[in-house]
């Protein structure tokens, strides 16, 4: 089953933060989020496992809330280059091999 | 070192006509996959391969669409009688071990357009 994102666009000025949800109507294995420029390839930012754990990546982190089924991606700070689309990608089914990705989240960061 | 490449970065073909698009993974990578990613939208999943077999297929739409990995470690899709809904940005990612805890790596992609 598809995560669901939220929202599904962005709007910041350079310094300003953001938070963008993935959300499962199944349990979550583990939780990939993905950054996409127009016309690249998605750009791997960081997985979560199951465990509840936060990670961070520069002024990027990240949680994953087992018992919500959902994951959420921090930007804080934003810059001009955090601007793309996001994506998250989650294994629900178990499979231990396959992701699902989410329709993405449409960052645009501004001067 | 290199990542993951394919080619070409472009196809445009006709409708009916067959296509393949290839993937080299990064070296050392057991596990590759083709998603399929149509604009505005997040990857699909196709196909997943473990060394040279193909582990999970049920992405793949149809019987039209075919993948191989004779040698473990290149990739081609091939698409049969491609129809105009088959247009989109066809991906390959790779990873070490192919575990959902591991990495996958995307290449550029292949950009198919069916006229």
């Known amino acids: 089953q598809q995560p669901v994102q939220s929202p599904q666009a962005v709007i910041l000025r350079e310094g300003e933060d953001a938070v963008i949800n993935c959300s499962s109507s199944?349990?979550?294995?583990?939780v990939h989020w993905y950054r996409q420029k127009h016309g690249e390839a998605p750009v791997f930012l960081m997985i979560l496992l199951k465990g509840g754990e936060q990670k961070g990546h520069e002024k990027i982190s990240a949680s994953f809330n087992e018992k919500k089924q959902q994951s959420s991606l921090y930007l804080t700070a934003s810059q001009l280059s955090y601007s793309g689309t996001y994506f998250c990608g989650t294994d629900s089914g178990g499979s231990n091999y396959k992701l699902t990705f989410g329709k993405g989240t449409l960052l645009t960061v501004n001067p | 070192g290199a990542g993951v490449s394919q080619t070409p970065s472009n196809k445009v073909t006709e409708k009916g006509k067959y296509v393949e698009l290839r993937c080299d993974p990064i070296?050392?990578?057991?596990?590759l996959y083709w998603y399929r990613q149509s604009l505005g939208q997040g990857p699909e999943f196709l196909i997943y391969f473990q060394g040279t077999g193909a582990a999970d297929d049920s992405g793949l739409p149809n019987d039209r669409f075919f993948a191989v990995r004779p040698e473990g470690s290149v990739s081609t899709l091939k698409i049969q009688r491609t129809e105009r809904g088959d247009s989109a940005v066809y991906l390959c990612a790779s990873s070490l071990t192919g575990t959902t805890s591991d990495t996958q790596y995307f290449g550029p992609g292949t950009r198919l357009t069916v006229l």
């Open positions: 199944k349990a979550l294995y583990s």
């Open positions: 070296s050392g990578h057991t596990a």
